[in-house]
């Protein structure tokens, strides 16, 4: 890949990162939930789901996705369920304060964090869709593919790495200040009307034609 070239993906990457949606919600959901050290486990979970998708792509699986009705439905309302479940499981998340969270007692570990932010960036046919509509700009049809997909997932990483991390600070430093068991159980429940509206959102995507 030329270097002008990878400049306009490293540009696209930002503002993909950037932009609002469900792995924004699950890393501000985790850094209010767990606190940095732990919520960031979080992101390593949504970027891998991220190269998932980047695979998926690259082998061929995405095109397939996108073009048969069937796939495309089966991955599209597992993303929908999976998000409203977790949409559900932080309205109904204990009003505990952050300063809290680091106790023994906490129930969700680092690796379901993890699991849970591949879940929901790997179970995104949106995001198959989009990658197919996006990656193909960058690469270079003459030259070895498979490089272009390893520089393609590594320069998505790294943006989320940082975007990612920053929204879970966010979370963690700003709202842990606030304390009261109400205004958690308000941010929780926030937080859980995100996560369930993402899923509405993913629930009317249509396929492209």
Known sequence: MEFA?????FAACWA??????????????????????????????LILGILTQVLFVSAGL???IAASETAFAVIKWAGVAYLI????????????????????????TRQQLVLRGWGI????????????????QFLNLQAPLAPQYLVIG????FTDLVVMGGYTALAARVLAALKSESHIKTLNRVFG???VTAGVLLASFKRAA
């Open 16 to 45: 993909i990162s950037l932009s609002p949606g469900a792995g924004a919600v699950a890393a501000m959901s985790a850094g209010l939930s767990h606190g940095f050290k732990r919520g960031y486990f979080m992101t390593f979970g």
């Open 193 to 195: 009307s995100l996560f």
């Open 62 to 64: 995405g095109a397939l």
């Open 85 to 108: 479940w977790l949409g559900v499981q932080q309205w109904r998340a204990p009003a505990k304060p952050l300063a809290a969270a680091g106790d023994a007692g906490v129930p969700v």
């Open 121 to 136: 960036n790997a179970v995104n046919p949106k995001g198959t869709v989009f990658l197919l509509a996006v990656v193909p």
């Open 154 to 157: 590594a320069t998505l990483a």
């Open 5 to 9: 070239t990878w400049l306009t993906l």
